[in-house]
């Protein structure tokens, strides 16, 4: 089937700015206004902006320019778009959205959590501003802990799930029924529905960064916030977790940009595109952390005037508690607390809502791909699935269910895999070239030949040294990690392990079950392979697998500390002279009208991971096993001249960046008012390969 006429038949975004604001509307979530906050508090501060502008830059912004080409180039969800790269790729994309699947059980479970406090919020309104959870001095913030906990959670520690607290069941059939209506008519809807989902929580989070700026005592929060703690740049977590974070920000290894940018018009841009979402999603963040350390500023300088003082360290907690906790309770301290909680959840129920259909339209758009069945009758039945497999969260041992199996999609060992096998799969074992070519021929701004080894060397290696630093750690973990030494299992650690297998098992199924539709080939001609590629392949496949093996024999086997560095080295040393040989074959026979033999390629994706391995290696043994993470306490708690240098920083990056993104839209839509030659060129280059 030619793309012209897939073009014809898929649905598409109304205009460009509805594409924008729904992959914006997917990428700012929940994660911004709870999750970066205290991961910057918790890891370094303002020290935490450095790993996560790197990963920001080197990886997900590339990422976004590759999921949204890939997206756009094949015109189909995430698994048909691989599979159009070859049969065996469809696994990968169905890997992504099986994990996405598993994110959208837990998630809409947080937004019934918002829908409940903004029902209580209401309450309070019309109760004389009394919150449930308000109380004074520390005793104050114990209660407010009590109510979210035990009041309303029902919470036990461990796994055992305990019953269902039917006190949430309503909320989490309102979280999916809201998320059911906004996308059961089509993406064309859902591109009307974001220009409300997605500027009504920025005003919201607006009111509540004015109002927590002009609180007194608010730069006392800003500099638990802002004050850099650098010693924490050390530690591995932190680096962890600000990738981590990115990923999961920017929505990118779950198959949903990939869906999105499926129903962009043709002709839409594709790389200043990315750029302004991924800038916009920063943004977010950093302004939501402001806006919730100042107004946790406000709260103690209040408690202190009235002589029973809460300190910011005493209520910043890690996880749910933000949300659901600390800033409650902080709001509580404060006039006209229950209009500024409803604006609180209501900004939260917004933010989320839209991050949440947007897995749930990247899963349907899959099956629908592959199966030709009628979205009307599979979104029901899947939203129905996923609000049973809700119902585990929202039981007494629910939130610790939510937290294991978070942490282990969402973390180093399921998003970071599965960007690594993007980039491998994309970068290696297919022509990212054309990917190139395809989003330059119609983006405002081009990106050069760099990008293609960003996604081939440096976002694979990168991602390649978090996953193996945390499986040498995971391996070494000496309180054990499915099994304590004394042979008890842990369950939190075996559920995780249990979903990251499944997920490729199931994968794998899924991508052998036939096509109902017809098969999407994406133009390439194979001819036949020069004796000097094969040949040349071959030696570069034996001296990356030379090293690998001997690593690996090396790990097992009892020999002397000084054989076994020699053979460490070995890895980046063959790893080096593989990536060159097979770049170059690659780069010479890997065009649009040959094909690079398949060793060459391979060698590349091992000689990468050697590589990632090696440096894995080397910073495992730096840091040493033990993770100790203590939460910082600045020593003075006004904002240093660091901190102001840091906002000045971010300000300029936020602003100058997307006023740049808006500048480049504006001039190239002025140039091209004539024909769009620059496409209909574009597209010619395209289709000669
Ligand atoms: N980006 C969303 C957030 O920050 C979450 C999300 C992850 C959405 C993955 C889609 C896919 O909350």
Redesign the pocket.
């Known amino acids: 089937m030619s793309l012209e006429l897939l073009e014809e038949q898929r649905e598409s975004w109304g205009s460009r700015g509805g594409f924008i604001l729904a992959a914006v509307g997917?990428?700012?979530?929940?994660?911004?206004l709870?999750?970066?906050p205290y991961k910057l508090y918790s890891y370094g501060g303002g020290a935490f902006l450095i790993p996560y502008i790197v990963a920001l830059l080197l990886v997900g912004i590339p990422l976004m320019i590759l999921e949204f080409s890939l997206g756009h180039y094949s015109q189909r969800a995430a698994p048909d778009a691989f599979k159009g790269v070859h049969k065996g790729f469809e696994v990968v994309g169905w890997w992504g959205i099986i994990l996405?699947f598993v994110?959208?059980t837990y998630?809409p479970v947080v937004l019934a959590y918002c829908f409940s406090f903004l029902a209580y919020s209401i309450t309070g309104m019309f109760n004389g501003g009394k919150l449930p959870w308000a109380g004074e001095g520390l005793e104050g913030v114990a209660n407010a802990k009590n109510f979210f906990f035990q009041t309303y959670l029902g919470y036990h520690e461990g796994m055992r799930l305990g019953g269902i607290r039917w006190n949430i069941v309503l909320p989490l059939v309102v979280a999916w029924l809201s998320m059911y209506l906004c996308i059961f008519k089509g993406v064309r809807l859902v591109g009307k529905i974001v220009w409300l989902t997605v500027p009504l929580p920025w005003l919201m989070l607006l009111i509540l960064t004015v109002r927590g700026l002009t609180l007194q005592g608010s730069m006392q929060g800003l500099a638990y916030y802002l004050d850099p703690v650098w010693s924490e740049l050390a530690k591995p977590v932190t680096w962890r977790y600000a990738f981590g974070q990115v990923?999961?920000?920017?929505?990118?290894?779950?198959g949903?940009m990939i869906t999105y940018a499926s129903f962009l018009h043709r002709k839409s841009d594709i790389n200043n595109n990315a750029l302004i979402i991924s800038l916009a999603?920063f943004a977010t963040?950093f302004i939501a952390g402001l806006a919730v350390f100042a107004t946790l500023g406000g709260m103690a300088f209040v408690t202190q005037q009235a002589g029973n003082p809460v300190p910011v360290e005493n209520v910043a907690e890690g996880g749910p508690s933000l949300a659901f906790v600390a800033f409650p309770y902080a709001l509580a301290q404060l006039p006209y607390s229950a209009y500024f909680s409803f604006v609180f959840f209501f900004a939260l129920i917004t933010?989320?809502i839209d991050?949440?259909f947007?897995?749930t339209e990247?899963v349907l758009a899959s099956i629908v791909d592959k199966t030709g069945w009628h979205r009307n009758i599979v979104l029901p039945v899947m939203s129905i699935i996923g609000f049973a497999f809700g119902l585990i969260y929202i039981t007494k041992g629910g939130l610790n269910w939510l937290g294991a199996i978070d942490g282990f999609v969402?973390g180093t060992r399921g998003i970071t895999l599965l960007g690594m096998l993007e980039c491998i799969v994309l970068g290696w074992l297919w022509r990212i070239g054309t990917l190139r070519r395809h989003a330059n021929s119609r983006s405002d701004w081009k990106v050069g030949k760099w990008w293609d080894y960003m996604i081939r060397l440096v976002i694979p290696i990168l991602l390649g040294i978090l996953f193996f630093w945390q499986l040498f750690e995971d391996m070494n973990n000496e309180t054990g990690f499915l099994r304590t030494p004394q042979g008890r299992w842990i369950p939190e650690n075996c559920i995780g392990v249990a979903v990251l297998v499944l997920a490729p098992v199931i994968a794998i199924v899924l991508s052998l079950l036939k096509d109902r539709r017809g098969n999407i080939v994406l133009p390439h001609k194979e001819q036949d392979l020069e004796t000097k590629a094969r040949f040349g392949g071959l030696v570069a496949l034996t001296s990356a697998l030379v090293p690998t093996v001997q690593y690996i024999i090396s790990l097992n086997i009892d020999i002397s500390p000084s054989i076994k560095n020699t053979i460490l080295w070995i890895l980046p040393i063959g790893g080096a002279i593989t990536i060159v040989l097979s770049s170059y074959i690659l780069e010479k026979y890997n065009t649009s009208t040959t094909q690079a033999s398949w060793p060459a390629r391979w060698a590349g994706v091992i000689a990468t991971m050697n590589v990632s391995m090696f440096i894995a290696a080397i910073l495992f043994d730096l840091t040493g096993k033990a993770e100790i993470h203590e939460i910082k306490t600045p020593a003075n708690h006004e904002l240093t001249g660091v901190s102001y240098i840091i906002l000045a920083v971010v300000f300029l990056i936020i602003v100058g960046g997307l006023g740049w993104c808006f500048y480049r839209a504006i001039a190239t839509t002025s140039k091209f008012d004539g024909p769009q030659s620059p496409d209909e060129i574009g597209d010619s280059e395209e289709q000669q390969s």
């Open positions: 997917s990428a700012v979530g929940l994660g911004n709870w999750g970066f996405g994110i959208v998630y990923f999961f920000s920017l929505s990118l290894a779950f949903v999603d963040s933010l989320g991050s949440a947007s897995i990247s969402n």
